[in-house]
């Protein structure tokens, strides 16, 4: 019998961005369990048909409280790992939820940070 290790403290990240990038976002999810942290992420695309949302009144209802939910994965992480190269009106609200919490934010894509202030303006 194995005597009990001590425990570990393991970061916890949440991952934000559009329902778009899915499939990154589950690439984000390997690469930060790999490096040691605790992922968390948005698990329902409400854009990809399924039973849960098929009806728009309940999606409706349902979409508020996945912002609900996912506001608290925020408050949960240590960290905020912003994916995809395309920011959002729900993810700049969550990106700036997670600043004014004093949560460090991450970007796969720095260019996007909205708060970037060298980018370049067109």
Known sequence: MREPEEPVSYPIVVICGSTRFMAEM??????????GRIVVKPACDLKSPHEFWSDPTEAEA????????????????????????????????????????????RFTHPEVDPDRHDRLTA
């Open 62 to 105: 349902l979409k508020a409280r996945l912002d609900d939910l996912h506001r608290a994965k925020i408050r949960l992480a240590d960290e905020v790992l912003v994916v995809g190269d395309y920011i959002g009106d729900s993810t700049r609200a969550e990106i700036a939820y997670a600043r004014s919490l004093g949560k460090p934010v």
């Open 26 to 35: 589950a690439e984000a999810d390997l690469r930060e369990t790999k490096d």
